[in-house]
């Protein structure tokens, strides 16, 4: 029970104190104290102001909970100093990159981030000052827990894991309707698995059971997922975060009546140089230093178990002076001469050394408590401990031959080792006391079974090796770098240079893991992650999770904000990032599947790579062909727009409606067409006797080939992408934003109009000769030439128009009916008018069949990426490999009456129109527009 003080800032009152009954923690653990607040306050519980001049409300000493006084009886938000105390089963955070969030607040300290440095959760959004890293909870949302004992889980529950604070602006709680978003304060409460809020007062009236939402269809059942704890991910934050804290120490200056001091829990934080700093007045004494160095380090114990100690520096030797009672700061740091504040340690009071208490937790034991407090000494072993546990669990007829003492340590994450049975726990505990007071206490010790089978299979992603080499080679280049460590090769990918490794021990994983790491093949560097397992028996016949892809790099480069707004929302195994890998990582998990989807991010360069790798896995997936929708972060995004999914992502657009529209949106087929180069070709007339060129240089090279999914361009248009693509590739970091981006190409464009003269592409449809299905293609004063696919060309562009000319001729253009527009384009200004919706492109054909030669060499795109091309032939024809796609369905309009109904022009219905219909049409009809112009008519204009 927690003892009452002196505090630096008032009287202090312990009005709900924690205490241990029957293995759980009882209240709330604050110690709270009243104070007057110089700022607006607000509660922390029901979020409102607290009003008054002086004591307008309390606070706690340890963790900062802000609370009116009508409040306090109804806290329930645990202090942070005992919050880790009421974790059954620790989780590890995964940690992003240390940033500055504004407007959020710190899980720990429940202070605002502001400008500090912080860290955030990428699983659960749980943030953290980099100076409060060392006392996060470690409860994390479990995201992969297959349990191979476990043979029917159709009735396993899952309940809400909550979070408190940091909620979206427009949350709402569940129970009253009410608005309990709040950015004063660190309040209300977010069920991390399927979204749902409510008031801090309001969430334990909510059933406990959580379906996952309304993503559920989409989402990874973590039950169904396995990924291997592996302590990487801890070391690797461990250096930063460290850096972090001295960097946040460093703004902790003195005030004018103030000193600073400089704390170590430990000899080996000292040895370390890991400290904290208190900031307390010149005449603060002894007792009121150890009650601000317990609050540093968040201890909420009675402080007459604990000392304080002046460190002294003498050359090589360490010296420590035992505070006195009633001393005063100002006499500390009289010896440093090379004024450096005075340096402490926080000891423990080591009345008995030789016996004390430790808490077993029964793990994944079904027993009715959290855990039992065992009493042991020097020379207790663990195989002693076991019997004891077992005993208090209520498991006396298990034999303790069955079980093992697992030693966890929650230090930045969660460390686990067995314990040799012989092996004395207290002795142990001790010796960690004196080095650390903090990882002493984020100690615990768990009750495993040991013929309990535990899936410890790890699967490894090894890419950037030479590709198309045999599978023994790729075994040998491997094994020359993990001579001592025990793998398999589970699948190789030899066209893509890749392989799976697969390890039966974690420790084995994690050290193949850093030796690859730092390997290289042929100069270049290789690329290394872990990734996870889906067990597809596990899975519903109807599940259906989803992939998503993010191109990080992809127009604005906003993927970095993106992949933590979806990692929130779905599983976060089921995202991955491209620049970590590409696509193949992310098809490999999901080959086993019998059905899913996938969402990229990213531009249509993206789409495409995507697609090629599908192509290339088909025969090692069971689902070859997963439909699949796009988030767009490109600068064109031509794809996205003709399947409804918009122009463009924008920064702070909420990803929860994209996700939605997935379940619901439509599948349609995609065309894929297959364009080969032949340079060197030689031109020759064309008849329709014969689809293949008869022509030859002398050149026994393979032609190159492309897949093409939007569209082709010869002349101007590829003329434009391509000093735009060089501009880009000369300076990439200025290539950062959509806008930038457009404004650039604009400009690429009005120099290509202003240099009319030397226009390279002002004589193409003299140097090209275009055959269409076998027929020859009459060519009118052209600069450029379009073969169509999609609706959609240069950033949404409706090239080839949607009404028809009223000869019947021509088809409405559909990515799936198996023709490609061909299209002429008259030059800039032409190019500048299509895309202002002001005109259409000169049509010319519609074939599934194209062949073109070239006389010269000239400007080529291939969905965007451009390049010279040499004079030769072009063959583009249907690909085998169609793709599917998934079209946004957007909502039922209601129209009004006198707004004309669609009506198919091939429908022999025509004629059978409402009157309103018919009277709108012939409004329409009679209105002047702007029609496409013939290939035959456009001489005469």
């Known amino acids: 029970m927690a003892t009452t003080a002196t505090s630096l800032f008032g009287t202090q009152v312990d009005l709900n104190p924690t205490a241990e009954k029957d293995g759980y923690e009882v209240g709330h653990g604050h110690i709270f104290m009243k104070k007057t607040f110089h700022k607006p306050t607000f509660c922390h519980h029901c979020t409102d102001m607290l009003w008054g001049l002086i004591g307008q409300g309390f606070i706690c000493e340890v963790c900062n909970f802000v609370s009116h006084e009508r409040c306090l009886e109804n806290v329930i938000s645990p202090c942070s100093s005992i919050a880790s105390n009421l974790i059954k089963d620790p989780i590890a955070h995964t ?7 504004k407007k959020k607040f710190c899980n720990v300290c429940r202070r605002s981030l502001g400008d500090s440095l912080a860290v955030r959760c990428e699983v659960c959004e749980y943030y953290s000052h980099a100076a409060c890293l060392d006392f996060v909870v470690s409860d994390c949302r479990k995201i992969s827990c297959y349990d191979p004992n476990k043979k029917d889980t159709s009735s396993q529950v899952v309940l809400h894991h909550w979070r408190e604070g940091n909620l979206p602006t427009n949350a709402k709680c569940y129970v009253c309707k009410k608005t309990c978003a709040t950015t004063e304060c660190i309040a209300s409460m977010r069920c991390v ?21 309304p993503l559920r269809e989409i989402f990874s059942i973590p039950n169904t997922v396995s990924m291997p704890k592996t302590n990487y991910s801890v070391k690797s934050i461990s250096k930063s975060a460290d850096e972090a804290t001295v960097e946040e120490d460093e703004y902790n200056e003195p005030g004018s009546d103030g000193a600073v001091i400089r704390l170590f829990d430990g000899n080996l934080s000292f040895k370390r140089r890991v400290s904290r700093t208190i900031s307390v007045p010149k005449d603060a004494q002894t007792h009121q230093l150890l009650e601000a160095a317990l609050k540093a380090y968040q201890i909420s114990e009675d402080a007459r178990s604990y000392y304080l100690a002046e460190i002294t520096e003498a050359g090589s030797h360490l010296h420590e002076r035992r505070l006195k009672a009633g001393e005063h700061s100002s006499n500390l740091g009289k010896n440093n001469r090379d004024g450096r504040p005075p340096s402490l340690f926080l000891r423990y009071e080591e009345k008995d050394l030789k016996r004390g208490t430790i808490r077993v937790y029964p793990g994944t034991l079904r027993v009715p408590v959290a855990y039992k407090s065992i009493s042991i000494n020097n020379f207790i072993s663990v195989e002693e401990v076991i019997e004891m546990a077992l005993h208090k669990f209520g498991l006396e007829d298990e034999d303790p031959e069955d079980y093992n003492l697992v030693e966890v340590l929650l230090d930045k994450g969660v460390q686990e080792r067995i314990m040799d049975r012989e092996e004395c726990p207290w002795p142990q505990l001790v010796e960690a006391r004196r080095n650390s007071l903090r990882k002493m206490k984020q100690t615990r010790y768990y009750l495993r079974k040991i013929k309990e089978k535990r899936h410890e299979r790890s699967q490894m992603y090894v890419g950037n090796l030479p590709i198309n080499l045999s599978d023994h080679r790729y075994k040998q280049i491997i094994q020359k770098h993990l001579i001592d460590v025990p793998f398999s090769i589970d699948v190789i990918y030899a066209q893509n240079g890749a392989a799976i490794l697969v390890f039966d021990d974690v420790d084995a994983a994690t050290s193949a893991y850093y030796i690859l790491k730092e390997a290289s093949v042929d100069d270049k560097q290789l690329v290394v992650l872990f990734v996870p397992e889906i067990h597809t028996e596990r899975m519903d016949e109807d599940s259906c999770p989803l992939l998503v892809f993010v191109n990080v790099k992809s127009g604005g480069c906003q993927g970095v904000d993106l992949i933590s707004s979806i990692k929130k929302l779905v599983n976060p195994h089921q995202v991955f990032d491209l620049d970590q890998g590409g696509p193949l990582p992310g098809l490999h998990v999901f080959s086993k599947l019998k059905q899913y989807r996938i969402l990229i991010c990213g531009g249509d360069g993206t789409v495409g790579w995507v697609l090629s790798l599908l192509d290339d896995m088909c025969q090692e997936s069971v689902c070859s062909r997963p439909p699949i929708a796009i988030l767009p972060l490109g600068t064109g995004n031509d794809l996205a727009r003709c399947l409804k999914w918009g122009g463009g992502y924008e920064y702070g657009d909420d990803i929860y409606p994209i996700l939605r529209a997935i379940v619901d949106a439509e599948e349609i087929k995609l065309d894929r067409w297959t364009v080969i180069f032949e340079p060197d070709g030689k031109l020759v007339e064309c008849d329709n006797r014969s689809n293949s060129s008869t022509s030859s240089s002398g050149n026994d090279d393979m032609p190159n080939m492309f897949v093409m999914n939007n569209y082709f361009g ?32 604009f400009k690429v464009s009005v120099r290509k109009m202003m240099q009319r003269e030397r226009r390279s592409c002002k004589d193409l449809f003299r140097d090209l000769k275009v055959e269409v299905d076998g027929q020859k293609l009459e060519l009118p004063q052209l600069e450029g030439l379009v073969l169509l696919n999609i609706g959609s060309w240069g950033s949404g562009a409706d090239i080839w128009g949607q009404d028809d000319d009223g000869s019947g001729r ?35 054909a519609q074939g599934s069949h194209i062949r073109i030669w070239m006389n010269s060499d000239m400007p080529v795109q291939v969905d965007g990426e451009p390049w010279m091309q040499l004079a030769g032939q072009v063959v583009i024809t249907r690909s085998a490999l169609q793709a599917t796609m998934l079209k946004k369905s957007k909502a039922k309009i209601k129209r009004r009456n006198t707004e004309p109904t669609i009506i198919n022009a091939t429908s022999p219905t025509d004629e059978k129109k409402s009157p309103i219909d018919t009277g709108e049409t012939q409004k329409r009809n009679e209105a002047p527009r702007l029609t496409a112009v013939k290939s035959e008519e456009l001489n005469k204009v």
């Not at 940690?95 to 969030?101: A, C, K, L, V």
């Not at 391509?722 to 404004?743: C, D, T, W």
């Not at 559909?814 to 259409?840: A, F, K, N, Y």
Request: hydrophobic share 35%; aromatic share 10%; proline share 4%.
């Open 810 to 844: 021509w088809k409405r253009s559909s990515p799936s009916d198996g023709l490609l527009e061909v299209i002429g384009l008259t030059g800039i200004v032409h190019m500048g008018q299509i895309q202002s919706g002001l005109r259409t492109g000169v049509r010319l």
């Open 193 to 213: 698995w399927c979204g749902v809020t409510a008031h801090t007062g309001c969430y334990r009236s909510i059933t406990p059971e959580c379906n996952y939402g």
């Open 714 to 745: 010869i002349g101007i248009d590829a003329d434009v992408c391509l000093a735009f693509h060089m501009k880009r590739v000369e300076n990439p970091e200025k290539f950062q934003s959509r806008i930038y981006n457009k404004g650039v190409y």
């Open 95 to 101: 940690w992003g990159e240390p940033d500055r969030f």
